[in-house]
């Protein structure tokens, strides 16, 4: 069994078409066709997703050992979100953009994701768009700090988060977009939710 023969029965017993497993890992649905024709062969990054999706080890996957068990010894695989205009909820299939590899144990993991920044209103923090910010989920405020929210009929938001006595001030890092105050009765009534607290940005050069 080779790594050609591997993936094709793998993607086959789990009932997912080539462009399906393309789609969902990021990939080429060309790419994929050709890993099956044993015509490209992939690179380790691409076995980590494959074997991390797959639930088995690498060696499983490129045909070393019949024994599927997974390693975990690695870096486990976090998912990153993006909010689309046709899904505007966060934690659903059709937001996950890909996926990135997170140096913590798999249990700690589940409590982080991704979050895709869709516009510059955080550019003064070095924030910008399509830039992957690490979000570690929790359900409350921290004064002071990079906060995902979501905001009746705004949606939801990276903004840095200000406590004033029962109220909150919203803050962008970019002058062209508004500040956004809400009151304790704003609170009340639900228009405001934590999603979580930024822990890092991965950066990407931008021109």
């Not at 990054?45 to 997974?70: Q, R």
Request: charged residues 25%; contains cysteine.
């Amino acid at each position: 069994m080779n790594f050609a023969m591997r993936l094709r029965e793998l993607r086959e017993e789990n009932n997912l078409t080539q462009g399906a497993i393309a789609s969902i890992l990021n990939l080429t649905k060309a790419n994929i066709s050709k890993y099956e024709l044993g015509r490209l062969q992939p690179n380790i990054e691409t076995l980590k997703l494959l074997s991390d999706h797959f639930n088995v080890s690498i060696d499983y996957l490129i045909g070393v050992t019949n024994i599927k068990k997974v390693e975990s010894n690695y870096l486990s695989r976090i998912p990153i979100f993006q909010i689309t205009k046709n899904h505007p909820s966060l934690f659903i299939a059709e937001n996950i953009s890909g996926y990135e590899y997170f140096d913590k144990p798999q249990e700690l993991s589940k409590n982080y994701f991704f979050f895709k920044i869709k516009d510059d209103s955080m550019s003064n923090a070095r924030i910008f768009k399509d830039d992957l910010v690490c979000i570690c989920k929790q359900d409350y405020i921290e004064d002071n700090k990079l906060m995902l929210i979501q905001v009746k009929n705004i949606g939801i938001i990276l903004r840095r988060v200000l406590k004033c006595g029962d109220n909150l001030i919203i803050l962008p890092e970019n002058h062209k977009y508004n500040p956004i105050a809400l009151s304790k009765k704003d609170l009340e009534e639900d228009s405001f939710k934590v999603i979580g607290k930024a822990v890092y940005v991965k950066f990407y050069i931008h021109e």
